[in-house]
C-alpha cells in the first residue's frame, strides 16, 4: 500500500479558481483569513455551544479589519468591490455562518438600506459609526404570519402631526437584542416603508429566540413595536415599495452565495484531513475507493460552487448581475454547501457528530442559511419565473 502523498492539493486549488481573482482580492481575503484563524476559529465551538456570542467585541474587531459595509463607498466604509466582500464572507462562513450573518446583517441589510435608501442625515449620523462597529443595526421584515411573503406584513405607522407611530411585530430578527438601530419596514399610507428606529425608543422592545439548535452563534429576535413614536425624519425617504427590502436582501444573498462556499470548503478539508489521519481495515480512510468517490465529487462540487460565486462576482462588479441571477447562486451553493456538510459528517463517523469538529455545526447552521433571505422554495420559483414569465408565487393571470 502506498502511502498519501506528503501534500495532497487542497480542494480549492484543484479548479485553480483563485486564478480568476486579483492580487487585492486575494490580499483581502487573506486579511480576513488570518483575522478568523487568530481571533475567531479558536473560541467558535463554545460560543455555539453556550448560545452566545461576544457580537459588540467582535463588531469593534471586524470594523477594525474594514468588513461591515466594505463594499459601501465613503461614510467610514471601504468601498472595496463586491468580490472582495464576497470573498470576505465565505472566509467567516468558512469558521461560522453565525458569523458571517452579523457582517451580512450590519453591512447588506442595515447599513445598505441606509446607504441606498437614507437621507443624508440619516447617512451621517449611522453609517460612520455602523462601518467601524461602534453602532450595530438589524433589519425588520419577517412577521410571524408574513415569511415568504412580506407584502402580507401587519406592521404599520401612521402619521400623526409630523410624527410617525409605529406598531406590529417582527419575527426571526438578526443581531435584534444588541443593535443600537432597527431598519423597521411597515405599511403607511404610502405603501411599504423603511423606518430608521433607535432601540431605545420608547415601545419597542426586542424578545430573545431561545432553543434554537442552528445559528446557535448568532442573536435572533422578535422585535415588539408599541406606539413607537418616531419624528418625520425617521422614514427612509427614497423607497415607498417592496422593491426596498428586497433590493436589500439581494445584496446579504449575494454575500451569502459566497459565504456557503467557505462553510463547505471547511467541511471538506476536515474530513479531509480525518480520513487521511484514521486508519480502519491497516490502512487510511481516504484510501478506500469509496471514500475518494466521496472526496473528489465534494471538491468538485466546492469548486463549481466557488466558480458560480466568482462568475455572479464579476457580474455584480460590472453592474450586470440581476436578481434571478443572484437566486441561481443563493439555491444552488446553499444546497451544495448542505449535501457536502452532510457527506463530510459521515465521514467522521461518530466523532462527526461532536463540537470537536466544525462540520455538524455548520451542518445545522447551513439548515437556517437554507431557509433565510428567500427559502429555497421561493428562490426556485424565482428563477422558474424568469424562464417561463410566470410568478407561480402570485396570483396567476392569463
Ligand atoms: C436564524 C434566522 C435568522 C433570520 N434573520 C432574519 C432577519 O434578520 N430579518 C428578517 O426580516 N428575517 C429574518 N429571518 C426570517 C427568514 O427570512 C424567514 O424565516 C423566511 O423568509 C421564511 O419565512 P417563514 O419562516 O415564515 O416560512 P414560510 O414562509 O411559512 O415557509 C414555510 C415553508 O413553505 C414554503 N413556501 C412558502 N411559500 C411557498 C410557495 N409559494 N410555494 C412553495 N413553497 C412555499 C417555504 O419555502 C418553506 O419551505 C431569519 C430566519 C432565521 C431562521
Redesign the pocket.
Known amino acids: 500500500m502506498s502511502k498519501p502523498p506528503a501534500a495532497p492539493i487542497h480542494p480549492l486549488v484543484l479548479m485553480q479558481v483563485e486564478a480568476r481573482l486579483t492580487e487585492e482580492q486575494k490580499a483581502i481575503q487573506n486579511v480576513v483569513r488570518d483575522f478568523a484563524a487568530k481571533e475567531l476559529k479558536p473560541n467558535i465551538a463554545g460560543w455555539y455551544e453556550d448560545g452566545q456570542l461576544p457580537a459588540r467585541d467582535l463588531a469593534k474587531a471586524l470594523g477594525g479589519i474594514g468588513v461591515l459595509g466594505m463594499h459601501l463607498k465613503n461614510y467610514g466604509c471601504a468601498g472595496t468591490d463586491a468580490m472582495s466582500y464576497g470573498l470576505a464572507c465565505m472566509e467567516l462562513e468558512a469558521v461560522d455562518s453565525g458569523l458571517r ?1 452579523l457582517v451580512s ?1 450590519q453591512g447588506s ?1 442595515a447599513m445598505f438600506a441606509i446607504y441606498k435608501f437614507g437621507s443624508e442625515e440619516q447617512k451621517q449620523e449611522w453609517l460612520p459609526r455602523m462601518a467601524a462597529g461602534e453602532a450595530l443595526g ?5 412577521e ?1 404570519d ?4 412580506p407584502s402580507e406584513m401587519r406592521t404599520n405607522a401612521k402619521r400623526d402631526g409630523d410624527d410617525w407611530i409605529l406598531n406590529g411585530s ?7 437584542n444588541i443593535a443600537d438601530v432597527a431598519i423597521v419596514w411597515a405599511h403607511t399610507d404610502n405603501g411599504i416603508e423603511g423606518f430608521v428606529v433607535p432601540t431605545n425608543t420608547p415601545g419597542f422592545k426586542a424578545n430573545l429566540v431561545k432553543h ?1 439548535m ?2 446557535r452563534a ?1 442573536i ?1 429576535s422578535e422585535l415588539v413595536f408599541e406606539n413607537v413614536r418616531l419624528p418625520a425624519s425617521a422614514v427612509l425617504p427614497e423607497v415607498q415599495t417592496l422593491r426596498g427590502p428586497l433590493s436589500c436582501l439581494s445584496e446579504a444573498r449575494f454575500g451569502i452565495l459566497f459565504g456557503v462556499v467557505g462553510a463547505a470548503r471547511d467541511c471538506l478539508e476536515t474530513a479531509i484531513d480525518y480520513q487521511l489521519n484514521r486508519h480502519q481495515f491497516n490502512r487510511p480512510l481516504a484510501a478506500f475507493q469509496l471514500s475518494q468517490q466521496k472526496i473528489a465529487d465534494m471538491a468538485i462540487a466546492t469548486g463549481n460552487g466557488m466558480l458560480l460565486a466568482a462568475h455572479l462576482g464579476k457580474l455584480k462588479d460590472q453592474h450586470l448581475l440581476r436578481p434571478e441571477q443572484v437566486s441561481v447562486g443563493k439555491k444552488n451553493n446553499v444546497r451544495m454547501a448542505l449535501e457536502v456538510a452532510r457527506e463530510s459528517r459521515s465521514m467522521l463517523g461518530g466523532s462527526g457528530i461532536t463540537l470537536e469538529y466544525p462540520i455538524i455545526r455548520h451542518m445545522n447552521n447551513l439548515e ?1 442559511v437554507y ?8 428562490h426556485t ?1 424565482v428563477v422558474g419565473q424568469a424562464l417561463t414569465g410566470i410568478a ?2 402570485a396570483d396567476y393571470k392569463a
Open positions: 450573518s446583517v441589510l438589524c433589519f425588520g421584515l419577517t410571524a408574513a415569511g415568504s411573503n417582527k419575527m426571526w430578527i438578526t443581531n435584534g434554537k442552528s445559528l448568532s435572533t437556517s431557509t433565510y433571505e428567500g427559502t429555497n422554495e421561493i420559483l407561480a408565487y
